[in-house]
């Protein structure tokens, strides 16, 4: 039994470590940081971005904040753009790239909803022409 909950919490604190990297990886200055450092060309920090592509599965990306980190972590597959990543011009196009698509998502969700709105109120329509009653 004390060898079941030692697994257990191992397994718990693994999840939680993964998940708290992996949302790391939406934010590009720290990509540059990694980049930097060399960690982006060592294979076995490569062979770990590449396990961690389980995080695209369903049933583990619900528990991503930032769902934006899975594209990264798609990108990060190629040794094109973990070499570009140690220009810091390119972690800070990213960063602007990314907060332009906020920009446009957050506008274009709220006028889909104001849509959707404006189509479940009840709509008053005219009483048609022909149904009036005229007191003689």
Known sequence: VTQIMEHSEQARNRFQSELEF??????PN???FLAQRGFLRERPFI?????????KE???????KYPH????LELLQYEHFRKEL??????KFIDEQQLLHWQHYSRKRTRLQQALAEQQQPQQQPPPHGNT???I
């Open 69 to 72: 980190c899975l594209h990264m």
């Open 133 to 135: 009653t005229r007191s």
């Open 86 to 91: 140690v220009n810091a011009q390119c972690a």
């Open 58 to 64: 369903p049933e583990y990306a619900k528990f991503l």
């Open 30 to 32: 720290y990509l540059n």
């Open 47 to 55: 062979n770990y971005l590449k396990y961690l592509l389980y995080w």
């Open 22 to 27: 992996i949302q790391c990886l939406a934010n």
